[in-house]
């Protein structure tokens, strides 16, 4: 089975770092003295709650926007009818002028 992240220290200040071997991205960070005896980083309880509190946050902007578009889309029909009614008006006047 092939390896799917590395662990490795940080050669400057000590951290754990655990890294996806396909994306190149760090997937953990852990300073150094946070980890338990087998190596891995300690989970704590702010951690956890500072990483809820980003992904809520994205949660947020994503139905945002999801409800702009949707609002925009529902709008869509009467802006196309406006688009050619303006087309056409503009199409009789240069009918008139010419």
Not at 17 to 36: F, H, N
Not at 60 to 84: G, H, I, N, V, Y
């Amino acid at each position: 089975m092939e390896t799917k992240q590395i662990d490795v220290a940080c050669p400057c200040c000590r951290s754990h770092l655990s890294i996806d071997v396909r994306t190149r991205k760090v997937l953990r960070w852990a300073p150094e003295g946070e980890l338990d005896e087998t190596g891995k980083p300690v989970l704590k309880e702010e951690r956890w709650d500072d990483a809820l509190g980003r992904v809520s946050g994205r949660e947020k902007s994503a139905t945002d926007k999801f409800d702009q578009a949707l609002s925009k889309e529902k709008s869509r029909p009467k802006d196309l009818d406006d688009l050619f009614r303006k087309a056409q008006e503009k199409t009789r006047e240069d009918d008139e002028e010419g």
